[in-house]
C-alpha cells in the first residue's frame, strides 16, 4: 500500500525541515503497528533513521538522536519526521514506511521489517 509524503527540499546546515507522510486509516486501526523513516544517500544502502510505534514509543539512530523527532496523528492520519540542526550529511532521499504487528526496535529500524512504503522525498543540506 503506497504511502504518500510531502515536505523536504533544500536547507542550509543548522537549518530545519519537516517531512509529512500520509499514511492509509486503517494503519491506526491495528492494535499493533510500527511506522518508520528511513533515507538513502545517493550511492549507498538504505537506512533506518526514526521509528514510532502504536503505543507512541520511539527509537532514533545514533545519528540522528536529539536532531530529528518522528510523531504521528492519528486524527490527521500523518506520520511526521521533524529535522533540526540538520548537517551535510542529512542529504538522502527520505521514505516513511508503516506496517502492522509487532518488532522489536532495532529490528524495526530496518527495511525488512516493511511492506509499505511512501514514493521518497530528497533532502539536500548545503550552503
Known amino acids: 500500500v503506497p504511502l504518500v509524503q510531502s515536505g523536504g527540499g533544500s536547507a542550509e546546515p543548522g537549518g530545519s525541515l519537516k517531512l509529512s507522510c500520509v499514511v492509509p486509516e486503517y494503519f491506526f486501526l491495528y492494535k499493533n503497528y510500527y511506522m518508520g523513516w528511513f533515507r538513502q544517500p545517493a550511492g549507498k544502502e538504505r537506512e533506518g533513521v526514526a521509528v514510532?510505534?502504536?503505543?507512541?514509543?520511539?527509537y532514533y539512530a545514533d545519528f540522528v538522536k536529539g536532531r530529528f523527532a518522528i510523531s504521528k496523528d492519528a486524527a490527521e492520519k500523518a506520520l511526521y519526521l521533524q529535522m533540526t540542526s540538520l548537517e551535510s550529511d542529512d542529504t538522502a532521499m527520505y521514505y516513511c514506511?508503516?506496517?502492522?504487528?509487532?518488532?522489536?526496535?532495532?529490528?524495526?529500524?530496518?527495511?525488512?521489517?516493511?511492506?509499505?512504503w511512501g514514493q521518497g522525498t530528497q533532502v539536500t543540506v548545503s550552503s
Open positions: 514506511a508503516a506496517n502492522p504487528g509487532v518488532k522489536d526496535r532495532e529490528a524495526a529500524l530496518t527495511s525488512y521489517a516493511y511492506r509499505n
Open positions: 514510532i510505534f502504536s503505543n507512541g514509543g520511539t
